[in-house]
């Protein structure tokens, strides 16, 4: 059996290439497929960013909540754990929607590569929330107090809930520096065999 083998590439389609690539046609000229993939990244990285804060939140709610003893590593671990489950939805997404191009390095190498630019990514998202969560919580507390207590009337914030807010508020800060950060080194080193 003197047979060449050939490389099964899987591309996933759905109902958002249609308007993507008009829209990137459209505005984006000579760099359309560039701008194509860029608005693909950046869907895949809205889900990822769904199930991220969604995770980070049941885990503050439950099991994880950033209570003493702890606080601080409580905060640390749920970050983590809602980030890697991102991770790995934004890695398959990536790979068979964004880039279903990308199939010179073996699914193991570009896993590895993507790992290794969303470990840098969480390794900076996670020192920020954990060196911003409690000062982001007091400072934005009584900001917003009037507007929570228009629909909890009566409502007094613990030092839970104002450590609560400020790790979302320190997470949607990490969650756009870790997109442009994810974007271009996925781009530049995990998926460069695409023209």
Known sequence: MNQ???????????????PIQSIATRVGGSKAKE???FIKFAIVGGLGAV????????LQATILAPVEPDKGLKVAVASTIAFVMAVISNFIWNRYWTYPDSRSRSIRR????????????????????????HWLGVALMPLLLPEIQVFRPGYVPSESAEAKLGTMVAWLIGVVIVMIWNF???RYWT?????
């Open 110 to 133: 570009q896993l590895v590569q993507f790992f290794g630019i969303s470990f840098v990514g969480w390794l900076g998202r996670t020192i920020w929330i954990s060196s911003a969560y």
């Open 35 to 37: 701008l194509e993939r």
């Open 4 to 18: 060449s083998l050939k490389i099964r590439r899987i591309a996933v389609r759905n109902p958002l290439d249609a």
């Open 191 to 195: 998926y460069n065999d695409v023209k």
């Open 184 to 186: 271009l080194a996925n």
């Open 51 to 58: 199930i991220d804060a969604g995770t980070l939140f049941i």
